[in-house]
Nanobody
Framework: QVQLVESGGGLVQAGGSVRVSCAAS???????MGWFRQAPGKEREFVAA????????KYGDSVKGRFTISKDNAKNSVYLQMSSLKGEDTAVYYC????????????????????WGQGTQVTVSS
């Protein structure tokens, strides 16, 4: 079993930047890791995902051009750099991981992932 732990969330000004991190333990060698977010009263939303072997990336429409996902296989970690932050980016950000291969459209589905972190709060203030 893989445990995922997020870190780096907090309070940030609108227009600013923040990076959240996710570390897998004891290790991860599956197919993909990604990020989802959930604001109060809203459904969980796909943010970004990256395949572990080749680094193929998919972004949600609402964050394209502003967020960047990256990984460090040696550290079993995935990162999300968030820039040009807006109030609507305020949410709990969750790290997720998938063990087996999946078709490209499944990358954005929360039910396609096997492991989840506890989430880290990102609050964007004006």
């Amino acid at each position: 079993q893989v445990q995922l732990v997020e870190s780096g969330g907090g309070l940030v000004q609108a227009g600013g930047s923040v990076r959240v991190s996710c570390a897998a333990s004891p290790s991860f060698s599956g197919y993909a890791m990604g990020w989802f977010r959930q604001a109060p009263g809203k459904e969980r939303e796909f943010v970004a995902a990256i395949t572990w072997r080749f680094g193929n990336i998919k972004y949600g429409d609402s964050v394209k051009g502003r967020f960047t996902i990256s990984k460090d296989n040696a550290k079993n970690s995935v990162y999300l750099q968030m820039s040009s932050l807006k109030g609507e980016d305020t949410a709990v950000y969750y790290c997720a991981a998938r063990e087996g291969t999946m078709d490209w459209p499944l990358m954005s589905r929360a039910d396609a992932y096997d492991y989840w972190g506890q989430g880290t709060q990102v609050t964007v203030s004006s």
